[in-house]
């Protein structure tokens, strides 16, 4: 007999964290400040279709479908409660979809890149969450995965919160060139510093 998967405890996490997320547990207006800073070196251009993986609230799904129009933005998340006030800010060039990417690919895809912000730790399965980001990938698509601190400062601090994220952890950049060759991905560049976690990979 098959018995169904135990639902993630960090959905409900989330969904109880959602309603205070943009005002007490994070500064959206220092994180729009810092992504611009770092718009360069990030693989956004006009007309690209992008997946943004663990959307949250929506904080930054604005600012990034306005660096790819008249391309769009593909945001889910697997937190209902995160989607229902993302989806209330009414983002032209986005659409918000539930989904867990250590289930499966999301929908909408193939897309030419995909950006796990602030998300990459809680996945449960990262290594399941490679394999269907890359899936979710056409050929030459570039992953990225960023963090406006480095994976040491980021992984002490999930270390002091609540379960069931208390055991959330970012791997260092030596762990990357493996993870990402197993699921089909190549190793382009990675920072890992005091004030900067960046990954940037692309599909085989």
Not at 140 to 157: D, M, T
């Amino acid at each position: 007999m098959n018995i169904a998967a135990a639902p993630d405890p960090r959905i409900a996490y989330f969904d109880q964290l959602a309603p205070r997320w943009d005002t007490q547990c994070s500064n959206p207006a220092a994180v729009l400040q810092r992504l611009a800073s770092l718009r360069a070196r990030l693989p956004l251009r006009p007309g690209l279709h992008l997946l943004e993986v663990g959307c949250g609230t929506g904080q930054i799904t604005g600012w990034l479908a306005a660096q790819v129009a008249p391309g769009q933005v593909v945001a889910v998340d697997f937190s209902p409660a995160m989607l229902e006030i993302a989806r209330a800010r009414g983002i032209p060039g986005a659409v918000f979809c539930q989904a867990d990417i250590c289930q499966g690919p999301p929908p909408g895809g193939p897309f030419d890149a995909a950006l796990c912000f602030n998300a990459f730790p809680h996945f449960r399965d990262q290594d399941a969450a490679l394999r269907h980001l890359a899936a979710a990938l056409q050929p030459g698509g570039v992953l990225l995965v960023l963090h406006l601190c480095g994976s040491e400062a980021l992984n002490q601090f999930h270390h002091q919160l609540n379960p069931p994220v208390n055991h959330d952890h970012l791997p260092p950049l030596d762990c990357w060139p493996v993870m990402l060759r197993d699921a089909g991905l190549a190793y382009e560049e990675g920072v890992d510093q005091a004030d900067l976690f960046l990954l940037r990979a692309r599909k085989l």
